[in-house]
């Protein structure tokens, strides 16, 4: 995966003289690779979980052993080495995992890639300053500087499996756009799931862990997809994706996110987004979840400054013995900020489960925001289930704000409208699903990515008609 645009030997070149870089506590450059620093047993807040202990010296051991690597990566890795040590492997007795089941995670043999894993960065066309990449190949350079301005990141709501990403990704992808440049064409990260060797045990579960970092500069613009799919011959395969997206949005800038996860149905797909605003800054997300026997999407937002809007849209389909889990937090700190978040879920199968738990967080100073939520789903099988929690906390006074609820299966009224212009119930109940959740998929940028992801909804909803 080689980098787009600006070169790492051009963006090396702009790094100051050897004699400025050439110190050991330069942010331009690299570190010695070294063990990484665990927390004594006998720390306050020290988690004594074996299964924890045994997952680190696995991870640990599978990060490749290099001479040397870029000081914002080193940081990260003892960041989340602290932070993992100490946190136990979450519990349905925990709020966050109550309707979460990981069990079939923990029972499996856990084998992390020991190399990137497989991302196909389609692009095209990009400004020279620019540039898209592994961190690993910039050597040393001033954007060392800027990334290690962002790394390692903390937040309240960050968990363990933030910690595994952050201790196991062998490398991290980096978007930079400089201060005013608008990205015409769309930076599409379409990633691979691992293959297992040909032999392998059927409890065994290969572990990816994909990072990106996007950093956007004043008055810039971009619009990257992620895109997790599986080829039709790896449908049935066992692995597990950890990946995590991390965005600083600057003044003005804008942000349009499209995230798609149609995954084996016997994987585990666990991903976190976290993005940071600032002020007058847009950030989109139009999110389409399908695959994968759990897909869990994590997604922390804060707005950093006044005038700042932010919009997440969310399609999750379950139509297998499947659970789809979204858990989202916006916190609004500052005046006149917006936000809307559409949230829906499509069930189908008497084993499959969905999960919303969407909290929005408007703090005191947060005055005239307009924040709204809503959440709709579609239980089509008598034990098919959903729980859902929207969550609007409010100390600020002077705000609107709303936000709301609604489980059901199709409404009577809507089916005997077609039926009294001559269409089947079958027909029209085959039409009103796939209605339901085309109001996400129109929201996709790219005209490209609304056709494939309508198609592959289409064809979830109704094998028939492949």
């Not at 450059?29 to 010296?57: I, M, T």
């Not at 069990?103 to 389609?122: A, E, G, K, T, Y």
């Not at 799931?193 to 971009?222: C, F, I, W």
């Not at 699903?433 to 109001?439: D, M, P, R, T």
Request: glycine share 4%; aromatic share 8%; with cysteine.
């Amino acid at each position: 995966m080689n980098g787009v645009g600006l070169s790492p030997a051009a963006w090396s070149s702009l790094i100051p003289s050897s004699s400025s870089s050439s110190s050991s506590s330069s942010p331009f450059s690299w570190v010695s690779q070294k063990k990484l620093v665990r927390p004594k047993a006998h720390n306050k807040g020290f988690a004594s979980d074996p299964y924890v202990l045994e997952l680190a010296e696995t991870l640990e051991e599978s990060i490749p052993s290099t001479a040397s690597i870029p000081i914002p990566l080193h940081n990260l890795r003892n960041a989340s080495s602290q932070s993992l040590l100490s946190t136990p492997w979450p519990s349905r007795r925990e709020e966050p995992f109550r309707f979460t089941d990981l069990s079939f995670i923990r029972q499996s043999r856990i084998l992390p890639l020991s190399h990137p894993s497989p991302v196909n960065i389609l692009t095209s066309h990009l400004p020279h300053d620019v540039y898209v990449g592994p961190l690993s190949a910039l050597s040393s350079s001033p954007l060392l500087h800027t990334v290690s301005q962002f790394l390692p990141h903390t937040f309240p709501d960050a968990d363990l499996f933030w910690s595994i990403n952050g201790i196991a990704a062998p490398d991290l992808t980096l978007v930079y756009v400089p201060e005013g440049c608008h990205l015409q064409n769309p930076i599409h990260f379409q990633y691979t799931p691992p293959q297992p060797p040909t032999s392998h045990s059927s409890d065994t579960m290969y572990l990816s862990n994909p990072r990106v970092l996007v950093v956007l500069e004043k008055g810039a613009s971009a619009h990257i997809t992620e895109d997790f799919s599986s080829a039709p011959e790896n449908d049935n395969e066992r692995y597990w994706s950890n990946a995590a997206f991390e965005a600083v949005i600057g003044e003005g800038a804008k942000l349009s996110h499209s995230y798609i996860q149609t995954q084996s149905f016997r994987a585990a797909h666990i991903k976190w987004t976290s993005v940071r605003q600032e002020s007058s800054s847009t950030y989109l997300l139009t999110e389409v979840s399908a695959g994968g026997k759990l897909g869990r999407h994590n997604l922390h937002i804060q707005q950093l400054g006044p005038d700042t809007v932010t919009d997440l849209s969310s399609l999750h389909l379950s139509v297998g013995d499947q659970t789809q889990d979204l858990h989202s937090t916006l916190v609004l700190d500052h005046p006149r900020g917006y936000s809307r978040q559409l949230h829906k879920c499509i069930v189908t199968h008497s084993q499959g489960q969905a999960v919303f738990d969407g909290n929005v967080k408007v703090n005191r100073y947060a005055q005239q925001t307009d924040a709204g939520q809503l959440t709709r789903s579609l239980l089509l099988e008598p034990r098919a289930t959903v729980n859902v929690k929207p969550n609007l906390q409010i100390v600020a006074d002077d705000v609107k704000c709303s936000h709301g609820a609604a489980i059901s299966d199709l409404e009577e009224s809507q089916l005997l409208y077609f039926q009294a212009r001559g269409i089947d119930q079958k027909t029209a109940r085959r039409v009103l699903i796939f209605a339901f959740g085309g109001e996400v998929i129109d929201k996709f940028p790219c005209s490209s990515i609304r056709d494939r992801v309508r198609s592959q909804i289409k064809n979830l909803l109704d094998p028939s008609s492949n």
